[in-house]
């Protein structure tokens, strides 16, 4: 029997400079630059993923963070099938301002599948575990730490990811 195939839009939200295009950059090529680039408007890439029962193609949206371009973010959402949100964990404030993508996203697409992504876990937290953990509860999701630099998690995010789309389509 052939396997089902799906093609899905997926964004990655989050203020700027939480590592983005750097897990995406990981994700797909399975390469990391230090050197930041801001990104302007959105970029696209694209990742296969295989499961026994389907194929995934997953469309991965780098949209940019910058929350004086949020009239463009509208266009962005708008046929997505998943999220991940990303925030820093050496910068609290990245980890607290996730509620306000999740609202924006959620607002334009409805209820999606969404993973809450803590970055850069290679560099000294500055986020207490209490913090983390109502973040948990506002975002009815665990967590996913990860590291772009070191791809400490990062497989694990978008697989998890691509089930709950996977799960949302059969």
Partial sequence: MAKKRYIRKVCLLGDGGVGKTSLIRR??????NDEYIKTFGTKVSKKVVETEEAQ???MIWDILG???????HEAYYKGAHGALLVCDLSREETVLSLP??????????????????GNKCDLERKVSEETLRRMEE???WPLTITS?????????????LARRILEGDS
């Fill in 66 to 72: 910058q929350k004086a371009h949020s009239a463009l």
């Fill in 27 to 32: 994700y797909v090529l399975d390469v990391f």
């Fill in 148 to 160: 772009a630099r070191t791809g400490d998690g990062v497989e694990e995010a978008f697989l998890a």
């Fill in 138 to 140: 506002k975002m009815g």
């Fill in 56 to 58: 995934l193609t997953m």
């Fill in 100 to 117: 306000r993508w999740k609202l924006d996203l959620t607002g334009i697409v409805g209820d999606i599948p969404i993973i809450p992504v």
